[in-house]
């Protein structure tokens, strides 16, 4: 909770930077580029999305969130203002995360017919400030074709942050046209949104939007729920107040397509539907909660190699069984790291092999390299559960000579020994014993980097 905490103060600093800016901008009439629905899944969910933002429409929404998308997309949606087939609206876009550079999104948008035509360039990109906290930006250009009137052109600028409070709450922000603006002498349509995502549990998310339009003075409220039915099917509801709409839609999530659709229902005006597919190349999306939150902790199978004399066995880690920190221990891997690793085998299925783990997005040959000799992986089997040490998978002795008198290969083999129980121990919260283990491998290699890392974690676990 005290690392949240610390996030939410970064992420915090920065949603007031831009709520303080935003509310700077003067109240005007705006006649073009409104907000129009247009993605169908924040679109079933009544438009309520900044606080969520998790996948290909976050460019719309909040472009922060654009950097929780681990997958490269192509995505194109469609729709018919209110049903009117003079208000086609379209749109088609792509999307790349990189490993240091942040996450990066294409658009192109075109609303209206041939008389008057709206069109939309936009770049965004998106990177994370710390873990948990995320800042994104827009870089739009519009285009504007009145026949009989002309052309007009201007470059408008949108900004947004989301931060994790806490596992299961999330807050965003985002504001639209913090440059001010103006195409064809008048004033473009700007807004600004605040919003709260709540995950109660798995398969769950409530979320909620208050968006203040600068040109209006009354405020518009959003409201929305996804529920997950299965893993690649869920449906959402949602309801704004002004003007008064529902609306209602659902999700498919294929190995490598994503099918998502909305109907919405207007007080006044007729009701619309909304399409939106989605071709990706990476892991599936999040549709509600990250599975790491909810995934209970499974007791690890142990598997022995040959102990070093008066030790007791050392332990492999399973990649099939592992959890968050079980990863986080290994030398070279950090928390974010560990994240993703078990959510890609949440979503994909267990491992066959060790090298299967370099199918996990931003994961490198060089942190493999670094943790191939102290992982297995764990195949099924019809034994019983109850089972705790499968047969050795290694069997020649290590001596027990002095360290100076070892080869180098034996003392690989002690260090080896002493780092999985000190691991062991780690994990096990008993830090004061665990430094003990690390302390014998500094004895051997003084230089030991996961030796002094883990060592130093577990001198701050312990208060001192």
Known sequence: MKKYWQVNRTATAVLFI??????????????????KPLAARPAALGGAYTALS???????????????????ALTFSQTALYGESDLAHSGAGFMLPTKSAGSFAFNYVTFGASYYKES??????SFMLIPGAYFGYNIRRLGLDIEGGGKASALSFDAGA?????????????????????????DIYRDLTGSVCYRPFSGLLTILDWNMPVDREDDIIKLGAEINVIPAFCVRFGVQNDPQRASFGFGIMLNRIDFDYAFLAHETLNNQHLFTVSLRWGEKRESAAPT??????????????APVKGEKPAELT???????????ALPGIGKVTAVRIVDYRNNNGPFTVKEDLMKTPRFTKKQFDKIKDYITVGTPSSKPEAVEYA??????????????????????????????????LYQAKKFAQAISEFEKILKIDPTHPQSLRIIEKCKKDMGK
């Open 391 to 424: 047969p050795p998978v290694q069997t020649e002795k290590i001596t027990t000579e002095p360290e100076e008198k070892m080869s180098s290969e034996d003392a690989e083999k002690l260090k080896k020994q002493y780092y999985f129980k000190g691991l062991k």
């Open 120 to 125: 939309e360039m936009i770049f965004t990109q």
């Open 18 to 35: 831009i709520f303080s800016f935003s509310f700077l901008m003067p109240h005007k009439a705006y006649a073009s580029f409104e907000d």
């Open 292 to 305: 790491e939150y909810y995934k209970k902790a499974k007791k690890q199978k142990r598997i022995t190699v």
């Open 54 to 72: 998790n996948d290909y429409s976050a460019p719309f929404f909040n472009p922060a969130g654009l950097n929780l998308l681990s997958a490269a």
């Open 162 to 186: 989301l931060g994790a409070i806490s596992p299961k709450l999330s807050i965003g922000v985002f504001s639209r046209g913090l440059n001010r603006p103006e195409i064809a002498s008048e």
């Open 318 to 328: 399973d990649i099939n069984i592992a959890e968050v920190a079980d990863f986080d």
